[in-house]
């Protein structure tokens, strides 16, 4: 049944940013710098989580990897699972009260993260790398104990952050903005940057901590660190929340009528909770899947599903095919300098083309740019595992994995915009932003799935075909979007100029 929240008013696909900035565009600096280093604290928390926890996991398990993907399986359905749930907290009227309680939960959450593992890397580390092998006697059962710890404090991080995404990311930038584009584009900028920065150096600093202190002292260090910011986090959002009076305004959110679930005497009173929990959650799912925006949500969620990347599966690939860490660490940085070269070209295509084209030109050229590194898994030369391909090889790969970066993180920047724009009056965007990154966690998911199918390092170039074919669906059902928004694709008055010129 169609509710007056699926009335959303499109983004008009054919206006071009040519508006010269005015003085409503203008953003407190001292308001703007307290945000982004909000941010970036968080960010960095976040990263450095991310990549270091599986650093320590293969080191507690050496002979399997079964306990990094089951860690990072269950994270992901966490957030497939709970992701609109963590965008409808970010729907709680009182902004500033959301935000302080959602830092504080993510503190505790990676505090306890670190705190299980330095106890596995202190007291069981023995014990943990016998767990696997003796998995079906039952024995060890403290180590699993703690691991199974471990994946929940990192679901309860995982939901943190998504909640935390939507709320800074979409609802208190989107907020800011006022409605104008030069301030919505520069404020996604500085987020995506400071993202990209992160994802750059803190797996580097990690590392080299690991590598030059050792496992327990750096595992002391980052969590110092991120249990540190927590003072400073909630000190720069009340900066903000002060300079930006706008984040103070009482939203009123309508809820759609059909949402209220009737009470029953024959359902029993335990099973009612989740009665309400999966009702409320398909009516959520309905209201996403028929809003104007959906297909482009689609197209960069399959987008991460993909191991054409510098994820853990093509790093384990390409350490079996004997390149080392510091080409591997080389190549990894290039990717993200040209993933910050996007973030500049976004803006110079918006303002010349449009921001509806400039998304579609955006992933199209991630297409094209992995062409090649498609073409790098299956000619001849490169089909026996095992073996380091020849140089051409690894500049087929190398360079267009590293070119398709600025493809995917100008398109990632436009259909972030055009979310924006989409659902800047909605009254339930957040559940709505929520329930974008529960789709991607859902592609990421099957992701996984598909290297655990497809687990054999010489079947690794059928996952890199899957990926290449999940990034074409992707580029077309933005075409459906693109078309749906504008009423075509292609400028035919183009093609009528050209005949008539050359005729």
């Not at 696997?132 to 180590?143: E, K, M, N, S």
């Not at 910011?229 to 706008?246: A, H, M, Q, S």
Request: contains cysteine; aromatic residues 10%.
């Amino acid at each position: 049944m169609n509710s007056p929240a699926l009335e959303l008013e499109p983004v008009g696909a054919n206006e071009v940013a040519h508006s010269e900035p005015s003085a409503s565009d203008h953003i407190n600096r001292v308001a703007l710098f307290s945000l982004a280093a909000q941010h970036l604290s968080v960010t960095w928390t976040k990263r450095t989580a991310e990549f270091a926890c599986y650093l320590f996991l293969i080191d507690l398990f050496p002979t399997t990897l079964l306990p990094s993907a089951l860690y990072g399986f269950f994270t992901t359905l966490a957030g497939v699972l709970f992701g609109g749930n963590a965008g409808s907290f970010v729907d709680h009227p009182s902004r500033l009260k959301v935000i302080r309680i959602n830092i504080l939960l993510s503190k505790l959450a990676v505090t306890s993260l670190y705190t299980f593992l330095l106890i596995l890397l202190t007291r069981y580390s023995t014990e943990a790398k016998l767990a696997v092998q003796t998995l079906a006697h039952g024995r060890h059962p403290t180590v699993w104990v703690l691991f199974t710890a471990i994946v929940l404090v990192s679901c309860v991080m995982k939901l943190s952050d998504i909640a935390m995404s939507v709320a800074i990311e979409r609802d208190w930038v989107t907020t800011i903005s006022e409605g104008s584009d030069a301030r919505l584009t520069r404020l996604n900028l500085w987020m995506r940057r400071i993202d990209l920065g992160c994802k750059l150096v803190s797996p580097l600093f990690a590392g080299l901590l690991t590598s030059t202190v050792g496992n327990v002292p750096a595992l002391i260090v980052i969590g110092c660190i991120a249990l540190g910011g927590l003072g400073f986090e909630l000190l720069w959002i009340n900066i903000v929340w002060k300079r930006f009076p706008i984040l103070a305004t009482s939203r009123q959110r309508t809820q759609p009528q059909d949402r209220a679930v009737p009470s029953s005497s024959k359902i029993s009173r335990h099973l009612l909770p989740l009665k309400n929990w999966a009702t409320i959650s398909y009516q959520d799912w309905n209201m996403f899947i028929h809003s104007p925006v959906f297909p482009s949500s689609l197209a960069i969620s399959l987008l991460y599903f993909t191991t054409l990347n510098f994820d853990g599966s093509m790093i384990s690939w390409l350490k079996t095919n004997t390149y080392s860490d510091a080409l591997i660490s080389g190549m990894r940085a290039v990717a993200v300098c040209t993933g910050l070269a996007g973030t500049a070209v976004m803006p110079v295509l918006e303002k010349r083309i449009g921001l509806a084209r400039a998304a579609s030109w955006s992933i199209w050229s991630e297409v094209f740019s992995l062409t090649p590194v498609l073409v790098s898994f299956f000619v001849p030369s490169s089909n026996q595992q095992g073996v380091k391909a020849p140089h051409w090889n690894q500049v087929l790969l190398f360079g267009g994995m590293a070119i398709s970066r600025m493809g995917l993180w100008s398109f990632d920047l436009c259909q972030l915009k055009l979310l924006q724009k989409t659902l800047a009056d909605h009254p339930r965007r957040n559940t709505l932003n929520g329930l974008q990154y529960s789709l991607q966690n859902v592609l990421d998911l099957l992701k996984y799935v598909m290297v655990i199918v497809l687990s054999r390092p010489s079947e690794f170039k059928y996952t890199a075909a899957l990926s290449f074919g999940a990034v074409v669906a992707g580029a077309c059902l933005y075409l459906i979007y693109l078309r749906r928004e504008r009423g075509h694709v292609i400028h035919t008055e183009w093609f009528i100029g050209m005949k008539d010129k050359f005729s």
